[in-house]
């Protein structure tokens, strides 16, 4: 049997075992897998791919293809042509095709659609952004999943939690959170408050960690004293928690090994790396770094301790908002910005007026129906790549497993333009040996050999964690329904299983089928009601990947990180 990686984006890049039929299973003896596989993975092969290069809707051979490419590239300034690949976690040998973008000297895009406000907060505060590996939270006595939901994004992280003492943070009823010891159903808009107010609490009732305070955070001080700043009454009416329910956290994570899980959902706004600041400062409080079993974990970086050996592009533009009617050619690599960008309206116009529009990827999307040239890629069964997770610290070969006509490999594609153009590219043997010599073996499971035991237990990249100095305190009153926007259990963002409809609580006045026109400043798009009563009544829930989601979401950027912010507008429904 031969053994690869999933190439999904997701939390875990599962071990795969391709069985005498071809067909992947997981890998039993993989710590993390443990032979299980996720839906989408489960049903790959059943997903239509592209099956044949396009060029202005014609079916064209792959040579074809790509001398349209190097036509349209050689008619082109390099400032004139922007390169867009997707912002989740990709194998590594696909950025090899920015290697060849980087020396024609393209323009390129910096920024996140998913964590770049959060991961900016940790940078702050930390040094580094490392995350906590499910063989760390195995150590845990104490969980508190925060604005995360593992049974749709993480799901072989779901036995590390068991028989461990349970808080759920989250504005839905979870599945998790029905299992918890406590489930706070927080508003949206509010962690950052109850974040600051947990390590006031935890300051007056002295269940801070002193002695790890004196030691790594000299300034803990200045924070309890900004803390302070919080109206504890009107804050917990605004967030809707009660101080009962912050005692009880409290006391449910005392003197134990605590681990804090946050998702993306919570920092999908302008601040939002004030919000993961804030829950960084409330672990600090408790000593939670450094420890066994114990840290504050977001979406970690795939790229830490990953030495890439392909050029990177130097001149580049925020992804959120990027404007691609700037541009004679724009080339998107293993993405759907007309689905996924935020403000979709305006999205869509750029792209139509932009001169030349390629689409390298597996699947069929508004993005792929809206280009030029089509040009169909290899999927992970047919190359060679390397796989990094930032789940865990996993750091594994893939494989070619099968031989087939469809489509091209990222690093054929960089081959052949950077032979056109005269650029520098080694073999592709020598790349897969670069990210061989990173890697370690341990128990039959190969990591990323820089990465600490323990992170943070030598202490952090400044000398000591940083707590925040200020905070918009501010919290206002805003009409309309709070726009919660998860990933759906049997999607992947665009990918998979697209839901269409809008989820509201069954009180909040809105009859399940009923087709309602939803509202915010970006615009307005009409979706048929359906209950969901895991929601809170001031709550709609429009999963990431519905079609026109998007036009709802602002083309704003995050005050710190470059981040989309998805979940900053409320929205005014109406009945049709």
């Given at each position: ?7 999904l ?9 391709i069985d ?12 993390i897998?443990?032979?299980y ?10 997903y239509?791919?592209?099956?044949a290069?396009?060029?202005h ?5 792959m040579?074809?293809?790509?001398r ?19 912002s989740?976690?990709v194998?590594?040998?696909?950025r ?5 973008f ?15 406000a959060?991961a900016?907060?940790i940078?702050?505060?930390r ?6 590996s ?15 939901n ?9 036995p590390?939690?068991n ?16 299992k ?17 107010l947990?390590s ?5 009732e002295?269940s ?10 000299g ?9 302070q ?6 804050t ?10 912050i005692?009880?956290m409290?006391s449910l994570?005392?003197g134990?090994?605590?681990a ?8 999908k706004?302008?601040?939002g ?5 804030a829950i ?8 939670l ?11 970690g ?5 990953v030495?890439s050996?392909f ?11 990027v404007?691609?009617s ?11 910005p007309?689905?996924?960008m ?5 999205v ?13 990827g ?11 040239l ?37 690093y054929?594609?960089?081959?052949r ?16 040996e670069?990210?061989r010599d990173?890697?370690?073996?341990r128990e ?25 100095d ?7 009153e ?5 726009l ?6 049997k ?5 998979f299983?697209r839901?269409s409809a ?5 009180d ?6 009923r ?7 970006s615009?307005?798009v009409e ?7 895991r929601?809170?009544k001031?709550?709609?829930l ?15 950027l995050s005050?710190?990180g ?5 979940q900053?507008?409320?929205?005014k429904?109406e009945?049709?």
């Amino acid at each position: 049997m031969k053994t690869t990686a999933c190439p999904l984006d997701c939390y875990d890049a599962c071990r795969i075992v391709i069985d005498e039929n071809g067909m992947p299973k997981g890998d039993k003896t993989h710590p993390i897998t443990r032979g299980y596989l996720c839906p989408n993975l489960n049903h790959y092969g059943e997903y239509p791919r592209i099956p044949a290069p396009r060029l202005h809707g014609r079916e064209v051979s792959m040579d074809e293809a790509l001398r349209a490419l190097e036509k349209r590239l050689e008619e082109s300034k390099p400032r004139e042509v922007l390169y867009y690949r997707g912002s989740g976690n990709v194998a590594l040998m696909q950025r090899s095709v920015e290697h060849f973008f980087a020396y024609y000297d393209a323009v390129g895009t910096s920024g996140s659609l998913c964590d770049g406000a959060g991961a900016a907060g940790i940078e702050t505060g930390r040094g580094r952004n490392y995350v906590l590996s499910p063989q760390m939270i195995a150590h845990a006595e104490a969980v508190v999943v925060w604005g995360r939901n593992p049974h749709a994004t993480h799901s072989h992280l779901l036995p590390f939690l068991n028989a461990k003492t349970l808080i759920v943070i989250d504005p839905v009823e979870t599945e998790l959170a029905r299992k918890a010891d406590l489930h706070i159903k927080i508003k949206p808009r509010g962690d950052l408050h109850l974040a600051l107010l947990l390590s006031r609490f935890a300051i007056i009732e002295g269940s801070h960690d002193r002695e790890w305070l004196e030691e790594h955070a000299g300034d803990v001080e200045e924070f309890y004293e900004l803390t302070q700043s919080i109206r504890i009454k009107a804050t917990l009416d605004a967030i809707d928690v009660s101080l009962g329910q912050i005692g009880d956290m409290l006391s449910l994570i005392q003197g134990k090994r605590t681990a804090i899980l946050v998702g993306a959902g919570v920092q999908k706004y302008r601040n939002g790396a004030e919000v993961l600041r804030a829950i960084d400062a409330f672990g600090a409080v408790m000593g939670l770094f450094g420890k066994e079993g114990c840290g504050v974990s977001f979406l970690g970086d795939s790229s830490v301790g990953v030495d890439s050996p392909f050029r990177s592009i130097a001149k580049k533009v925020s992804k959120p908002t990027v404007d691609f009617s700037k541009y004679n050619c724009v080339f998107v690599q293993g993405a759907n910005p007309l689905a996924q960008m935020p403000d979709s309206n305006r999205v869509r116009q750029s792209f139509s007026q932009a001169g030349f529009r390629v689409y390298f990827g597996l699947y069929e999307n508004e993005t792929s129906r809206a280009s030029d040239l089509v040009i169909p890629a290899k999927n992970f069964l047919e190359k060679n790549d390397f796989r990094s997770s930032y789940g865990d610290y996993t750091l594994q070969e893939m494989r070619k497993i099968h031989q087939s006509d469809i489509g091209i490999g990222e690093y054929e594609v960089a081959r052949r333009l950077c032979d056109t153009f005269g650029f520098p590219l080694l073999g592709e043997e020598e790349y897969l040996e670069h990210f061989r010599d990173q890697a370690i073996e341990r128990e039959g499971v190969t990591y990323r050999s820089s990465i600490p035991d323990i992170p943070y237990s030598e202490g952090f990249e400044e000398g000591e964690f940083v707590f925040p100095d200020e905070v918009e305190a501010r919290l206002e009153e805003r009409e309309g329904f709070h726009l919660i926007t998860p990933k759906h259990p049997k999607g992947l963002n665009s990918q998979f299983y697209r839901e269409s409809a809008a989820f509201f609580h069954p009180d909040a006045g809105f009859e399940e089928g009923r087709r309602v026109r939803l509202s915010s400043p970006s615009g307005s798009v009409e979706m048929e009601v359906a209950w969901d009563g895991r929601l809170r009544k001031d709550c709609v829930l429009i999963y990431s990947g519905t079609p026109d989601v998007n036009v709802l979401t602002p083309a704003w950027l995050s005050y710190e990180g470059e981040c989309a912010v998805y979940q900053e507008h409320t929205l005014k429904v109406e009945t049709l």
